[in-house]
Structures are given as structure tokens and as C-alpha cells.
């Protein structure tokens, strides 16, 4: 069974930084695109950052020049440094990723940014 872990989240003042980490499980194949979605209060989920299995990346335009997403294959493990955070960055964060033709999803961690 595949699992998807999220770590990393929490309270940071705005201008801080944090670092998600996602760690995948139960399967012995690399994820295709690895990725980050965030779901603010009352706001549909929105991509934030992908990085497929050749490490291309893409990001939202709100978090461009701020967020950096990596992945390491060897561990099926996916990172989003998130510096320079704002107040609209609060938000659920949850990690996912393909595999084959499935969708997997971690649980969420909460990111909030406030003084």
C-alpha cells in the first residue's frame, strides 16, 4: 500500500521559512511527478510546486522566486524550502504523487504565518 508522509509544518512569522518533507512508502518503483498542493480556508486546492522524475520543475507564480521543491529518487522523497513567507501562504500543504496511472496523496500538514 502506497503512503505518502508530510512533516515540517507549522507556525512562522511572516518573513521566516519553513522546509515540508514528503516521504513515500510501499512500493519499490520512483514516483513520476512528485508534488506540493495547498487548500487555504474556503479555497479550492492549488498546485504550488511539481518536480517530475528528471527533476523539471514548476511552480505557482505566487510562490516563484520564494519556494524551491526537490526531490531526492533514491528515497522517494520530496522537499519544499518555502522562504520569504507570507501571510497568504497559510494554508493545509499536502504532498502528491503519480505512479503509473494512480494519484496518491499525503495527509496534510499546516502551514500558518502570522506575527
Known amino acids: 500500500q502506497v503512503q505518502l508522509v508530510e512533516s515540517g509544518g507549522g507556525l512562522v512569522q511572516p518573513g521566516g521559512s519553513l522546509r515540508l518533507s514528503c516521504v513515500g512508502s510501499g512500493t519499490v518503483f520512483s514516483f513520476n511527478t512528485m508534488g506540493w498542493y495547498r487548500q487555504a480556508p474556503g479555497k479550492q486546492r492549488e498546485l504550488v510546486a511539481a518536480v517530475t522524475s528528471g527533476r523539471i520543475t514548476n511552480y505557482a507564480d505566487s510562490v516563484k522566486g520564494r519556494f524551491t521543491i526537490s526531490r531526492d529518487n533514491a528515497k522517494n522523497t520530496v522537499y519544499l524550502q518555502m522562504n520569504s513567507l507570507k501571510p497568504e501562504d497559510t494554508a493545509v500543504y499536502y504532498c502528491?504523487?503519480?505512479?503509473?496511472?494512480?494519484?496518491?496523496w499525503g495527509q496534510g500538514t499546516q502551514v500558518t504565518v502570522s506575527s
Open positions: 502528491n504523487a503519480h505512479l503509473a496511472s494512480a494519484d496518491y
